[in-house]
């Protein structure tokens, strides 16, 4: 009869560890992330995008920003901790947003090095999830 109950009683167990792993746990970094950096990326009819930063403790050293999938490469690297840049974006995209993916390379005096990306989204758009992770 014990040996019975185990075998339900370990595949519990094992089920539950595997939804505690990969929902992130019970202490997730990334709460001290999405916490710490803001991002943002909204398409204005006026053919341009805006993209603001913000690191709520002050402590960014350096960010390189990225946007991916265009025809000429955008890169700009910033040493504050709160920016807004303005993007030319002369054609909406034949594919949406999702090909043009705005990628941050942050440093940071006390989180070192991190990752922030985005999608870009209309005024009127839902404010896209953003990803965080350390390389």
Same mark, same amino acid.
């Given at each position: 009869?014990?040996? @019975? &109950?185990?075998?339900?009683?370990?595949?519990?167990?094992?089920?539950?560890?595997?939804?505690?792993?990969?929902?992130?746990?019970?202490? %997730? %970094?990334? %709460? *001290?992330?999405?916490?710490?950096?803001?991002?943002?990326?909204?398409?204005?009819? $006026?053919?341009?995008?805006?993209? $603001?930063?913000? %690191? @709520? $403790?002050?402590?960014? !050293?350096?960010?390189?920003?990225?946007?991916?999938?265009?025809? @000429?490469?955008?890169? =700009?690297?910033?040493?504050? $901790?709160?920016?807004?840049? *303005?993007?030319?974006?002369? !054609? &909406?995209? @034949?594919?949406?947003?999702? /090909?043009?993916?705005?990628? &941050?390379?942050?440093?940071?005096?006390? &989180?070192?090095?991190?990752?922030? =990306?985005?999608?870009?989204?209309?005024?009127?758009?839902?404010?896209?999830?953003? /990803?965080?992770?350390?390389?």
């Amino acid at each position: 009869m014990a040996r @019975k &109950l185990r075998t339900p009683i370990s595949i519990a167990i094992i089920t539950v560890l595997a939804i505690v792993f990969l929902m992130g746990g019970g202490t %997730d %970094d990334k %709460d *001290i992330l999405r916490q710490t950096f803001q991002i943002d990326a909204i398409y204005y009819d $006026s053919s341009h995008v805006e993209i $603001s930063y913000f %690191d @709520k $403790s002050g402590k960014t !050293n350096s960010v390189v920003m990225e946007i991916l999938g265009m025809e @000429k490469s955008f890169q =700009k690297t910033f040493s504050d $901790s709160e920016f807004i840049e *303005i993007v030319p974006f002369p !054609n &909406l995209p @034949k594919y949406g947003w999702a /090909i043009h993916p705005v990628v &941050l390379e942050v440093y940071h005096e006390e &989180l070192g090095h991190i990752q922030l =990306k985005t999608e870009i989204h209309a005024l009127d758009e839902p404010v896209p999830p953003v /990803i965080y992770s350390r390389p």
